[in-house]
Each structure stands twice: as structure tokens, then as C-alpha cells.
């Protein structure tokens, strides 16, 4: 029988199906239940419970143009450029088009021996090629990116990216802090899971977004992971960030990470390319109970370089390479040749290292830099306004041997000053003398303007940056100098310094030197005054920060883990007699730094500092506070404290910030778009002048050693510190800063300003 049906059509409308929104709780939730056990179980899944064990570790770096159209392939700088368009790939994490331009290679043996505990990092291999290779400091690029792109530790309370503490997902904070959703139950090649999906209980908190499938056993094992950022979080530029890790069991049973995936597709400005940054790192060959040779576990240095690991062949890293280069990696060198053989590159080149490095290269190879740039005009109250040439040789003239100084014209005071150093390094440089490890010995001569406060100040005195001054600084002198230094690092944090110089200061402006034997003159002039002091000093200093990491710039080194504790203590003996130095002075002096993470109420840093001075000396020679003179924001300084406004021969300084990342002002309706992150801070001084330092005492009257204090130098009261506090608002427009300063005591002084405004330009996650 044939049988025809003659279809008809009904049109549905639309259900939508609601559910209520359901306050989250932690008690009798069965997600919950599950995450205890996962936190408990971590110990029985540690590694580090064996005696040993060890593995090879591969990692590649790329950074890319990220998000590429057609429409912008048609454009310069694609437009008439094959070469260019060539290098353009689809990538397999996003599937948009990238444009590499840089990429690294690593192969690590990471070995780990449980008593006595060690854990270092042998690199075995590792090559890099890319537009850093344009740059002498190109290195600070892979250097960066290695720090703010960690390598994730699930099984850490606390996991740093970013630069930032992220609290894990199984850390023994996280149930706490994220809520836990059961979505399913799974299979992962053949591996029974449970399927959970977690976020932040506020989601605009440091914390990831993502899902844990746990093994549906007994070990409550982590089979997988896929880490992102929230939609709303509170972190910057980075527009979407993934991590995807894999464990795999060996046949002893254990499961190991094999598989550690990251992807971060940034945005800074809208003026500028997207970028994306690709980690990608596989783990294998683990080994348990093999004990390597005892040499390896020596000395403190966590990571060691193999002699030959910038040098090895396609066999090597056929070996080891266990995901292939793309085309486009392929091809790097190729790309760097094509971009600078493009007409009037150079001279683009000259300038962007201008502003990017602060310096001008003067050849290829460079062997000598025009640095740094930024102070080649200044002006201050003697001189009027200044000239200067810095220039400074490169490891390319010679990999041991290196000078550097200035030359300045005052075309106020018609007075020409200079700077020279000869440094000699006891290891070979590959292009700067602040490489780490620094084993050097510098010899200097100098003779130039300067305030008291100059020494304080982290960059160079004549940064036109900080020529804008809320203070008058009116008390300068010229400064005659010789100097012998050694410099020792070691690979374990400490650092050691001796130094040896001959001083002869000149007072001009509102300075005065003039003894209590002599009388007072007026000092208030703007010339020199033909009154000198001569000083011969020996000092020196034990500097430990354990875990410390660098950046090198032409000018000098920068810290980039502020995470470290810093311990430092020094001793300065002036030496009456010796090269015509004529007094005797011993200062001694301790400070300490460290950071504290607050989870996801932001870090608190902590700075103490102690000092005194054991002798009787001239007032040059006391202690001044750490005196910001300029708008621009510097973390150790004070803010509204004048040049040589108190002088002490005993102090101690506490200076505590908090910056809270935001979590008060991303809980505020509207204004917790903007991002902002407030910062609060409190300075302190406890300082103090003994009677044999204190000129206005009746029994010192006519001393031969003991000047007059000059103009707007004040006494502390030991029972009366000074006192400051800020409050800012950091992270305006991603990237500037804002504090209010308020002055708290000893406002009843002359040179006292009661209230300022600070800002600075710094970028951060």
C-alpha cells in the first residue's frame, strides 16, 4: 500500500523559561563539599612530598599584532608591502589574524631536591628573534613579559600574574572567596570528571573566572583547567586572558602537569595595535627517584645558564621543541631584515630610541651612547639655564672597560661642569656594566651644582622631568669630587658595596658655611661664596634582597618584583686628616622593605629607616630627610618637607602605603567604571639633635667646628614627629596617578606648606 502524508505547518511561538535569582550559599551546598575535598586533597597530590624529582620543561614566548581585517591589511603600513602581509597568520587560540614579531624559546631541566629543599632552573637551550633584536635593551621585552606572564602553580594559595596575587581556585582561600557551580559529569579521554564552573564573589576583584574538572576518585585530583578573566574585572589592558592546563597520569600513578596553555589578547589605547601574547609550555620526562650530582644543588642561584644554551643547533631543538614553530615564527629573522631595510627606518629608529631608551646610538655596532637624553637641558638658581652632553661607552668598544661622564655649560654663571668615570667589570658585559651580576670597580672625578636633597632622588638630578619644583630651592652648592667604588654582587640577593671619596663643597646660593668661631654673615646670595668644607669619607654597605628580579635601561637598573624584602645596612667613617678631609664623622644607618599582599584588598608596602650620627660635625654632615622637592610622585621621599628643613644626628622615618586595587571603588555604582583605585599612605619622622651638634646651645657658642644653621633649617622636637598623610587616586585613564598630601605637625614653621597635590605617569595591571 502507498500511503502519502501531506505535511502541515504550525508555527510555535516563543517560550522563555526563568528561574528566580537565588541568593548563593555555601552551607549544604554539595559544589562546596566537593572544593573542601579538592583543598584538602592537595598534599596528597604535591610533588614536593617526594625526595626528589625532576622534569624537562619547554616554554615558547610569542608576542603578536593581535586582531587583524582585511580592511587593515589594505592600509599602510601593509599597503605595497608583500613582505609584511606575508608575515600575517591566523591564529589557532583566537582565530583572528596575528602578526608575530617577536618570539623566545626555552628548554629547562627544573630539578627539586627535598632536604635540604632546592628547586633551580637549569636552561638548557634558548633562543629569542623578533623587533627586540632592533633594540640593545631588547631584552627588557622577554624579561617583562616573563614576569607578568608566570607560570600558573594551581595548587598555590596564592598565584602571581600580572605582577598581581590571583587566588587560586583550589587555594585554602578560595571557597571564601570565589562561589562553585556543579555543572556536569564528563569524560576526559576515557577519565571520569566533575564538571565545575567557579567566579568571583565580586567579579571586578582580582580573581579568575573559569572550570575545574576533578577526577571522580578518591584523589580529588584537578584533570583539567580553563582559567579566564571576568567580564567586569577590575585588571587593565588585558581585554581577554585564558589559561588552559592539562595533567596527565604517569605510570607510576601520579598525575603530573603536562599541558600549560596561556593566551592574553591586550589593548593599551585606541591609537595603538592590539597585541596578544602566547605562552605556550609542555612539561614531560619526569623523574622521581634519581638523585643528580651534588654540584647541581650548590650556591643560591635558582636559575643557571648552560655554557652552550645560546648556541644550540636545529638537533637540539628538534629534540626538545615539542609544538612547532609557526610560518610566521619560522621566519622572524627574515621579517626583523625586511623591516630594517625600509626607506627611512633609520631615522624612525633614531628617534623612537631617543624616547623609548633616553639614548642615540652613534653606530653599528654602537659603542658609544649619547646618554641619557632627557637631561640635556636644566636650569637651578646659580646657573641659570644649563647644557649638557652625556656620553657613555658600550660592551662593543670593549666587554671590561668602560667610561662614561658629561659636560655642562651654565650660560647664567658662564661656569662650564663636568662628570667622568672609568669602570672596570671582573666579568665580561654584553652591553652595560649594570648586567647582573655587577662585580665592578668605578673610579670617577665631578664637579658640579647641587642641592643637598640631589642624593636622594632615584633618577638623575638634571631630569628636565623634574624641573617643575613646588619649593625654592635656593640652597645649593658646588661639589668637588673624587671617588674609588667597588660594587660585589652574589646570585643569592646580597650585595656589597665600598666606597671611597674625597669631597670639597663650595656653599653658593642661600648656603653658608661659616663656623660659630666666625661671624654671621648674610646668606642670602645667589654667588659663590668662596666658603668651603673638604671631607674624605670610606663607606660601606650590605644590600640583601633574596628573589630580587631586573630590568636593564642605558642609564641604570630598575627592579620589577617589588615583591622581595630588601635589607640594607651601611656605615660611613669620615676620616680627619686624610686627603685633606677635616672632620670626623661616623654615620651608621639600617633600612628594610617589604611588601605585604592583602588577597584582593591590594598591598601594603612598608618602609623603615633608622640612622645617627656618632660625632660632633658641621651641619653638612647631619642627617636631612629624604625631601621631594618636585610634583612628580617618588615612593621613599617626603613629600612636603623642604630641603634641609630639619636637621638630626639620630632618626628613624616609617613610611606605609596602602594601595587597595580598587576594592572600595569598584563597589560604588557608576564611578566603579572608571576602574579607579584609591591609595592611602602615612609618612613619619622621629628625629633628633643631640647638645654637641646643636649650634644655639650656650656651650657651643664660638665652636670651631659647628656652623651656623642656614635659613629655613629648623630642630625636631624628639617627642614630636613630623607627620603626612596622602590620599590618591590611582589608575585614572589606566594610567595616571593623582595623591593629595596633607602636612600634619610642625606647621607653625615658616618653610612649612600645609597641603600639595602630586601626580605621576605609571602604567600597571
Known amino acids: 500500500m502507498d500511503i502519502a502524508l501531506e505535511p502541515e505547518n504550525y508555527l510555535l511561538s516563543g517560550v522563555i523559561v526563568k528561574s528566580k535569582r537565588q541568593r548563593y550559599s555555601r552551607k549544604n551546598n554539595p559544589a562546596v563539599e566537593l572544593m573542601r575535598k579538592v583543598v584538602a586533597a592537595r598534599k596528597q597530590t604535591d610533588l614536593e612530598r617526594?625526595?626528589?624529582?625532576?622534569?624537562?620543561?619547554?616554554?615558547?614566548?610569542?608576542?603578536?599584532?593581535?586582531?587583524?581585517?582585511?580592511?587593515?591589511?589594505?592600509?599602510?603600513?601593509?599597503?605595497?608591502?608583500?613582505?609584511?602581509?606575508?608575515?600575517?597568520?591566523?591564529?589557532?587560540?583566537?582565530?583572528?589574524?596575528?602578526?608575530?614579531?617577536?618570539?623566545?624559546?626555552?628548554?629547562?631541566?627544573?630539578?627539586?631536591?627535598?632536604?635540604?629543599?632546592?628547586e633551580k632552573s637549569i636552561i638548557l637551550g634558548q633562543q629569542s628573534s623578533g623587533v627586540n633584536d632592533l633594540f640593545q635593551t631588547g631584552d627588557i621585552i622577554n624579561i617583562t613579559l616573563n614576569d607578568v606572564f608566570t607560570d600558573v602553580n594551581l595548587y598555590e594559595d596564592q598565584i602571581r600574574l600580572l605582577q598581581y596575587p590571583f587566588t587560586s581556585p583550589i587555594g585554602k582561600d578560595a571557597i571564601a572567596f570565589y562561589r562553585y557551580y556543579i555543572k556536569d559529569t564528563v569524560k576526559i579521554e576515557g577519565d571520569s570528571c566533575i564538571h565545575l564552573h567557579f567566579l568571583p564573589n565580586n567579579q571586578q576583584d582580582f580573581g579568575f573566572r573559569g572550570d575545574l574538572y576533578i577526577l571522580k576518585d578518591s584523589s580529588y585530583h584537578v584533570r583539567r583547567c580553563e582559567l579566564t578573566l571576568p567580564k567586569q574585572t577590575g585588571v587593565n589592558f588585558v581585554d581577554n586572558l585564558r589559561i588552559e592546563q592539562e595533567f596527565t597520569r604517569l605510570d607510576n600513578g601520579e598525575w603530573v602537569l603536562t599541558q600549560d596553555d596561556?593566551?592574553?589578547?591586550?589593548?593599551?589605547?585606541?591609537?595603538?595595535?592590539?597585541?596578544?601574547?602566547?605562552?605556550?609550555?609542555?612539561?614531560?620526562?619526569?623523574?622521581?627517584?634519581?638523585?643528580?650530582?651534588?654540584?647541581?644543588?650548590?650556591?643560591?642561584?635558582?636559575?643557571?645558564?648552560?655554557?652552550?644554551?645560546?648556541?644550540?643547533?636545529?638537533?637540539?631543538?628538534?629534540?626538545?621543541?615539542?609544538?612547532?614553530?609557526?610560518?610566521?615564527?619560522?621566519?622572524?629573522?627574515?621579517?626583523?631584515?625586511?623591516?630594517?631595510?625600509?626607506?627611512?627606518f633609520k631615522y624612525f629608529s633614531i628617534a623612537l630610541k631617543a624616547l623609548i631608551e633616553n639614548s642615540i646610538e652613534t653606530g653599528s655596532p654602537n659603542k658609544v651612547d649619547l646618554s641619557p637624553v632627557n637631561t640635556l637641558i636644566s636650569t637651578n638658581k646659580v646657573d641659570g639655564l644649563r647644557t649638557r652632553l652625556s656620553a657613555r661607552t658600550t660592551a662593543n668598544l670593549n666587554k671590561r672597560w668602560f667610561w662614561s661622564g658629561y659636560y655642562v655649560h651654565a650660560w647664567g654663571s658662564h661656569r662650564n661642569y663636568y662628570n667622568a668615570e672609568m669602570t672596570y667589570s671582573f666579568i665580561d658585559k654584553e652591553y652595560s656594566t649594570w648586567e647582573f651580576p655587577r662585580r665592578t670597580l668605578t673610579i670617577g672625578s665631578n664637579y658640579d651644582v647641587y642641592s643637598p636633597s640631589d642624593r636622594f632622588l632615584p633618577t638623575d638630578k638634571d631630569n628636565f622631568l623634574l624641573a617643575w619644583k613646588w619649593a625654592d630651592i635656593d640652597k645649593l652648592m658646588i661639589c668637588n669630587r673624587q671617588q674609588v667604588a667597588f660594587d660585589y654582587e652574589t646570585y643569592g640577593g646580597l650585595k656589597m658595596n665600598l666606597l671611597v671619596k674625597a669631597e670639597e663643597f663650595e656653599a653658593?646660593?642661600?648656603?653658608?658655611?661659616?663656623?660659630?668661631?666666625?661671624?654671621?654673615?648674610?646668606?642670602?646670595?645667589?654667588?659663590?661664596?668662596?666658603?668651603?668644607?673638604?671631607?674624605?669619607?670610606?663607606?660601606?654597605?650590605?644590600?640583601?634582597?633574596?628573589?630580587?628580579?631586573?630590568?636593564?635601561?642605558?642609564?641604570?637598573?630598575?627592579?620589577?618584583?617589588?615583591?622581595?624584602?630588601?635589607?640594607?645596612?651601611?656605615?660611613?667613617?669620615?676620616?680627619?686628616?686624610?686627603?685633606?678631609?677635616?672632620?670626623?664623622?661616623?654615620?651608621?644607618?639600617?633600612?628594610?622593605?617589604?611588601?605585604?599582599?592583602?588577597?584582593?584588598?591590594?598591598?601594603?608596602?612598608?618602609?623603615?629607616?633608622?640612622?645617627?650620627?656618632?660625632?660632633?660635625?658641621?651641619?653638612?654632615?647631619?642627617?636631612?630627610p629624604m625631601a621631594n622637592q618636585s610634583y612628580v610622585i617618588e615612593d621613599e621621599m617626603f613629600n612636603l618637607v623642604n630641603n634641609m628643613e630639619f636637621l638630626n644626628d639620630r632618626y628613624v622615618s616609617l613610611l606605609v602605603s596602602w594601595d587597595m586595587n580598587g576594592k572600595l571603588l569598584n563597589r560604588l555604582p557608576l564611578i566603579k567604571r572608571l576602574k579607579c583605585r584609591e591609595y592611602f599612605a602615612v609618612n613619619m619622622l622621629w628625629g633628633g639633635l643631640s647638645d654637641k651638634n646643636n649650634p644655639f646651645l650656650p656651650q657651643n657658642a664660638g665652636s670651631d667646628c659647628l656652623m651656623y644653621f642656614p635659613n629655613g633649617c629648623h630642630i625636631m622636637q624628639s617627642e614630636k614627629p613630623y607627620a603626612e598623610v596622602v590620599v590618591g587616586v590611582h589608575n585614572i585613564f589606566k594610567i595616571l596617578r593623582v595623591e593629595f598630601v596633607r602636612r600634619l605637625s610642625y606647621l607653625d614653621l615658616p618653610t612649612s606648606k600645609k597641603w600639595g597635590i602630586r601626580y605621576t605617569f605609571r602604567m600597571s595591571f
Open 508 to 624: 653658593c646660593g642661600a648656603m653658608s658655611f661659616r663656623h660659630l668661631s666666625e661671624p654671621q654673615l648674610d646668606n642670602n646670595r645667589m654667588k659663590p661664596h668662596h666658603e668651603f668644607i673638604r671631607t674624605t669619607e670610606l663607606k660601606a654597605e650590605l644590600r640583601y634582597a633574596p628573589g630580587e628580579t631586573y630590568i636593564n635601561t642605558k642609564q641604570r637598573r630598575m627592579t620589577i618584583n617589588l615583591d622581595a624584602p630588601v635589607f640594607t645596612i651601611s656605615h660611613t667613617v669620615g676620616m680627619k686628616g686624610v686627603l685633606g678631609g677635616q672632620y670626623t664623622s661616623n654615620i651608621t644607618e639600617a633600612k628594610i622593605y617589604k611588601r605585604f599582599w592583602m588577597k584582593s584588598w591590594g598591598k601594603i608596602d612598608v618602609r623603615l629607616k633608622g640612622g645617627i650620627q656618632w660625632n660632633q660635625v658641621p651641619y653638612l654632615l647631619l642627617i636631612m
Open 50 to 118: 617526594y625526595n626528589f624529582y625532576q622534569y624537562i620543561k619547554y616554554r615558547k614566548l610569542t608576542l603578536a599584532a593581535n586582531d587583524l581585517t582585511a580592511e587593515k591589511l589594505e592600509k599602510k603600513p601593509f599597503k605595497n608591502r608583500q613582505w609584511l602581509i606575508d608575515q600575517v597568520e591566523t591564529c589557532q587560540y583566537n582565530n583572528k589574524l596575528i602578526l608575530p614579531v617577536s618570539v623566545e624559546e626555552t628548554v629547562s631541566q627544573i630539578i627539586y631536591r627535598r632536604e635540604p629543599r632546592t
Open 262 to 344: 596561556m593566551i592574553a589578547e591586550m589593548s593599551f589605547t585606541k591609537f595603538l595595535q592590539q597585541a596578544i601574547v602566547i605562552r605556550t609550555t609542555r612539561l614531560s620526562n619526569y623523574v622521581f627517584d634519581e638523585e643528580l650530582p651534588k654540584q647541581l644543588y650548590k650556591g643560591n642561584r635558582t636559575e643557571l645558564m648552560d655554557a652552550n644554551a645560546e648556541m644550540r643547533g636545529d638537533d637540539f631543538w628538534a629534540q626538545y621543541r615539542q609544538v612547532d614553530l609557526t610560518v610566521s615564527e619560522n621566519e622572524m629573522d627574515k621579517f626583523v631584515k625586511n623591516i630594517q631595510n625600509i626607506k627611512g
